[in-house]
């Protein structure tokens, strides 16, 4: 069985605690954030911090109360309790993060970042840590259309991308591949898209690691999991993934904008938000599975909470997941690419001129669940971390070596997707970011309410109303999907957005607004 700290402590009568006391292990350290003290949890090796403001720290706090009143049983741990488990995992280092769009995951809160050294023969990698969807994502094309030329055809734009993008579970792609195609795709990520002609040469250039890990091994990849991900190649899928045309609506930065060729008020951009689909699922699947076999032999090794299923770094569970990861990342690339290229079918064929000609260029591609190696300034120290972001985007400051050229002035892109309806946004990434967060922002804007609970307060029809009032055109394959993914579900991305400019953590440079949705 699973050693795990709840279940050797299963002999002694522990006195729960009231949300008062819970409470007092919280502290406010500033306008936007709290640190949650060591002894929240057992076994805390760092404190944790969270980023939040005045509107979305009571949902936080309000779940912790309801988990209290509950006597701690059904469904997932309190973020703040989950964040607080991370900080008790060997080989962490500074402190367990939770940032504004923070919420109960499996295993580490969607919204959490956490850094392991690597030189610590106890640091850990755990599959909680990057979640199912690995390398879920997204990237963001822009145009030289704008809302006056597009506006009118948004219906017929929205019906051609639905047509051209396979979407909804189960999905199959339109991209032609084989076994040894996918084992290529696996292992060259985007290379594989540039050699099959289905991206840009200058696409890589503008996507987080280029488009490709370098330790990614396919054959550390299960033939489950290849199975499920050969169909799937260039398909958008379900849950919260979608394609948006987007319309600029404000620009906060006009230098930081530029230099993403966003030069005005009302140009039209093309968002993307998916992952790697059922492969990476099995391959997250497959991973924990074998480190809780290796962990029943390693009886050192003890967590908090099941779900933290881990193993040590340098051993061969962990090292093996690691390569099958980044090949499941490389798949995901892929993934927008092959996107990307339907996309720029798409407009090309409705506007009758070249993608080229409408510079449907890509401005970013972010990944926001993922773990990576990256260095980092620990106790004025620079060490080598491995960072695991889950639900949370990686943010480099201006001069980072990391990041294009063309960003070295601005800092890394940060595309930060909304919910169905509402603003996105693009941020940049700041030093105060990479000394607090270990370079890293929120993702999106985070749910606030179960599916379950959605689906039975919403109606299907009162949605899409909503939607239509705001001028946005909407192509969705299942009805159920559409109460799921209502506003009504998730936080409000402005105070999300908000909090971390407030914080410093990275800084608005474009708000968009959606006026065509495609889900699956």
Not at 40 to 66: C, I, T, W
Not at 188 to 216: F, H, I, N, T, V
Not at 352 to 365: E, K, S
Request: one cysteine or more; glycine letters at 10%.
């Amino acid at each position: 069985i699973l050693r795990s700290m709840s279940e050797t402590m299963s002999s002694v009568k522990v006195k729960r605690r009231s949300y008062e006391e819970e409470m007092s292990y919280l502290s406010r350290i500033d306008a936007t954030s709290w640190e949650i003290g060591q002894g929240f949890v057992e076994n805390m090796k760092v404190p944790g911090r969270f980023y939040v403001d005045s509107a979305l720290e009571n949902l936080v706090f309000d779940e912790l109360n309801q988990h209290v009143n509950s006597g701690g049983y059904g469904g997932f741990l309190p973020a703040l309790k989950q964040i607080a488990n991370v900080a008790a995992l060997p080989g962490i280092v500074g402190a367990s993060i939770g940032l504004p769009d923070i919420h109960s995951g499996y295993g580490f809160a969607i919204g959490n970042v956490a850094a392991f050294d690597t030189s610590n023969p106890e640091a850990i990698v755990s599959p909680g840590g990057v979640g199912f969807d690995i390398n879920c994502g997204v990237r963001v094309l822009r145009t030289n259309l704008t809302e006056k030329e597009v506006g009118p055809l948004r219906e017929q734009l929205a019906q051609s991308l639905f047509d051209h993008i396979p979407v909804g579970v189960g999905s199959r792609g339109v991209i032609p591949t084989s076994e040894a195609n996918l084992d290529a795709a696996l292992e060259m990520g985007m290379d594989w898209s540039l050699r099959e002609g289905y991206s840009w040469a200058e696409d890589k250039e503008r996507c987080e690691e280029y488009g490709r890990m370098l330790q990614a091994n396919p054959a550390k990849v299960s033939r489950r999991a290849k199975k499920r991900g050969l169909p799937q190649m260039g398909t958008l899928g379900a849950g919260n993934h979608y394609a948006e045309i987007q319309v600029v609506d404000e620009i906060h930065d006009s230098f930081k904008a530029g230099a993403m060729g966003i030069d005005r008020v009302g140009q039209i951009v093309i968002m993307i938000h998916s992952g790697s689909r059922g492969l990476g699922h099995q391959v997250a699947t497959d991973a924990l599975l074998a480190m809780e076999r290796a962990m029943e032999k390693d009886t050192s090794l003890i967590i908090n909470d099941r779900q933290l299923a881990c193993a040590r770094l340098h051993s061969p569970e962990g090292q093996d997941y690691l390569a099958s990861m980044a090949a499941a990342a490389n798949y995901a690339w892929v993934n927008r690419s092959s996107m990307t290229f339907l996309a720029r079918q798409t407009f090309a064929k409705v506007f009758n001129a070249t993608p080229d000609d409408l510079d449907m260029h890509v401005i970013y591609d972010v990944s926001h669940n993922i773990a990576k190696f990256e260095q980092h300034l620990v106790d004025n120290k620079l060490k080598t971390l491995l960072v695991h972001r889950k639900g949370a985007t990686r943010a480099f400051p201006p001069h980072h070596p990391l990041i294009p050229v063309d960003f070295q002035l601005t800092g890394q892109p940060v595309l930060v997707g909304g919910t169905m309806g509402t603003n996105s946004y693009i941020l940049a990434g700041t030093d105060k970011g990479m000394a607090a967060t270990f370079g890293s922002t929120c993702h999106g804007a985070g749910r606030a309410s179960s599916r379950n609970k959605t689906r039975r307060t919403l109606a299907f029809q009162d949605v899409l109303n909503n939607l239509e009032a705001k001028g946005i055109a909407i192509r969705v394959a299942s009805p159920k999907l559409v109460m799921e993914e209502a506003p009504e579900a998730y936080k409000d991305v402005n105070h999300v957005v908000d909090t971390c400019h407030q914080a410093g953590i990275s800084e608005k440079v474009v708000k968009l607004r959606p006026i065509a949705v495609i889900k699956g």
